[in-house]
């Protein structure tokens, strides 16, 4: 069965500060996709990253990086230098070859920068 | 084409009463997606249409539920005799590619 925990409910850090939003999931699939995605009060959910199982290269974009770690069943997200705007609730999901038609979501991460 | 449109943003309706969403996707996306959101919980996914067929309805969807998308362009879903429990955030994706998705900003139905 396909599973998404995202233990953090809630994190706030101070504006600058590095902040890291923890993923681990369980799929019995061998192919499979991760994404992250962010939400903000507005309600829509704006793409962040995809990564499919076969590649384990950690990605940066700007201030985001994630690091994906199949021996953990982990896909961590790290925001560096966070900024007011980064407040957000954050999900992490996974689609693999029995729902390949939808995504399973966590239950979402609330990151609320200081300033 | 400005993404992925959903109407109304908002909808209040009593008890025993029937509500219908719209959603408009992006022109050249012919995958379309609902998925319901509750409060403090992430999407979870209803059904899916390629085109106009209704391809995966998930076991959230019950028989006052139903969804449509003639033309395969825009879709509706409409629900029955509503229940508190219907209240939460309704979404709509659409994607030209399989996980290509693109969310709108959602229907929020409260059931009083």
């Known amino acids: 069965a396909q599973k998404v925990t995202q233990a953090q409910t809630e994190i706030s850090v101070v504006e600058k500060e590095d902040v890291t939003l923890d993923c681990v999931y369980e799929?019995?699939?061998?192919?499979?996709?991760l994404f992250w995605y962010k939400q903000p009060p507005s309600g829509e959910l704006v793409f962040l990253i995809r990564?499919?199982?076969?590649?384990?290269q950690n990605e940066i974009s700007g201030r985001y990086s994630w690091n994906f770690q199949k021996s953990t069943s982990s896909f961590n997200f790290t925001i560096t230098a966070s900024q007011v705007v980064d407040s957000a609730v954050y999900f992490c999901?996974?689609?693999?070859?029995?729902?390949?038609?939808?995504?399973?979501f966590g239950t979402g991460t609330r990151l609320t920068i200081i300033p | 084409d400005t993404g992925v449109s959903q109407d109304p943003r908002h909808k209040i309706t009593k008890r025993g009463q029937n509500v219908t969403f719209r959603c408009d996707p992006i022109?050249?996306?012919?995958?379309l997606y609902w998925y319901r959101q509750t409060l403090g919980q992430g999407p979870e996914f209803l059904t899916y249409?390629?085109?106009?067929?209704?391809?995966?309805k998930s076991r959230l969807l019950s028989d006052r539920f139903s969804a449509e998308r003639p033309k395969g362009s825009f879709s509706t879903l409409e629900i029955q005799r509503t229940e508190q429990g219907d209240s939460a955030m309704y979404l709509c994706?659409?994607?030209?590619?399989?996980?290509?998705?693109?969310f709108g900003s959602g229907t929020r139905l409260t059931v009083v």
């Open positions: 022109s050249e996306h012919n995958r």
């Open positions: 990564r499919n199982s076969f590649d384990e």
């Open positions: 994706a659409s994607s030209a590619s399989l996980h290509g998705y693109t």
């Open positions: 799929t019995r699939d061998t192919t499979y996709y």
């Open positions: 249409f390629q085109n106009e067929a209704q391809l995966e």
């Open positions: 999901a996974l689609a693999d070859q029995t729902g390949a038609n939808n995504l399973f």
